[in-house]
């Protein structure tokens, strides 16, 4: 999948942009906060359908302005790919692919495979076990779609028997339509992810030891209820704690995907290099997955991803990502250096932009 032109009217502090895209490298070079990673997230919004950051969509609307619009157009094949999305106060968001509007969203997911690096990714360590689910639903979602209609069926259901709860419902009638539902979904939810992480954790393990020198072993581990039996039951067991809590205690909203570095804790003794290169690593095999097992390259978006490296971490993530299996590539960065080792490696097709002010300028 290419990007070859983007345009963006009011969306966060860039006011307007007509950009056309090389088919390799794309950097984009400013200081903080001159509107480099906004120009990422809306190439991030046109495949997932919202930000990279989740936030209320009127919160990217550029300041004083009523909406925001963005259309990109893909080269994937020989087929080319319109993709527009318009927001407006208080209006209903509109996604459309070749002008046709889609019914639902979840429709677009997966068109447009993407993986981004960002800062933001450190709550994937940090965060609470909902930031680890978040990134197996979407990374699995982009290309099974069953699973997606799969996770959006249990989250109905769980919403419903959370409602219940609230509002302090005890006949066991009420709940087992719900539950039912839930334990109907759970069980393929629990296979996709563990048929992922099969597949995934080696190779993460891998860009890992790559980018490490090989020298600190790390682990991904996935634990869920689903293994403990028939979550129908073990949903009726807990109903009368869950009353008491106010929601529901059991199921796969609950896995957790533990990170561990030499056998601990990833989070608790990872120094700031080491967990930025377990999410690089995370990332580039994501990347990989979705390069093996989708209908075409993902693009691959770089958000100040040196920061906080030694030299040797920087120079191989550098030479990864310059071999030619990672396609299109858009990184952002304050340190030129940075951006020029990375051109000089690739040596191919780039394209070079100042950024400053929510402005892009050809370098």
């Given amino acids: 999948m290419i990007l070859s032109r983007l345009s963006i009217l009011n969306f966060k502090n860039i006011a307007q942009a007509d950009l056309s895209f090389s088919p390799g490298l794309n950097c984009f070079l400013g200081n903080n906060g001159m509107g480099k990673t906004n120009l990422l997230e809306a190439l991030y919004y046109l495949s997932f359908c919202k930000g990279f950051i989740p936030l209320p969509d009127s919160q990217n609307i550029r300041h004083g302005e009523e909406f925001f619009m963005l259309q990109g157009f893909y080269l994937c094949e020989d087929a080319t790919e319109e993709i527009y999305c318009g927001v407006k106060f208080r209006q209903k968001k509109v996604f459309k692919r070749n002008k046709k509007e889609y019914g639902r969203l979840a429709d677009h997911i997966g068109l447009i495979p993407l993986v981004m690096i960002s800062p933001a990714d450190a709550g994937l360590i940090q965060g609470g076990s909902e930031e680890r689910r978040r990134f197996l639903d979407m990374v699995i979602s982009q290309f099974d779609k069953a699973y997606l209609d799969k996770l959006m069926r249990y989250n109905k259901a769980l919403m419903q028997r959370n409602s219940l709860l609230k509002q302090g419902v005890v006949e066991p009638s009420a709940y087992e339509i719900w539950e039912e539902q839930m334990w109907l979904a759970a069980g393929d939810i629990y296979a996709a992810r563990s048929r992922f992480l099969a597949e995934f954790i080696p190779v993460f393990q891998e860009f890992y030891t790559v ?141 070079l932009f100042q950024v400053e002010n929510g402005c892009f300028t050809d370098l």
């Fill in 211 to 351: 980018i490490s020198g090989g020298n600190e072993k790390v682990g991904l581990s996935y634990v869920s209820h689903v293994v403990q039996g028939d979550l129908r039951m073990l949903l009726a067991e807990v109903r009368q704690r869950d009353l008491l809590l106010g929601y529901t205690s059991r199921g796969v909203h609950k896995d957790e995907l533990e990170m561990s570095l030499e056998g601990y804790q990833m989070k608790r003794i990872g120094s700031q290099g080491q967990n930025k290169t377990f999410l690089i690593a995370l990332k580039l095999a994501q990347f990989d997955y979705l390069n093996r097992n989708g209908h075409t390259t993902p693009l691959l978006l770089l958000d100040d991803v040196f920061d906080k490296l030694d030299a040797q971490r920087m120079e191989r993530i550098i030479s990864l990502v310059s071999q030619e299996r990672f396609g299109q590539i858009f990184v952002t960065d304050t340190n030129r250096e940075y951006l020029d080792a990375i051109v000089r490696r690739t040596g191919g097709n780039y394209r």
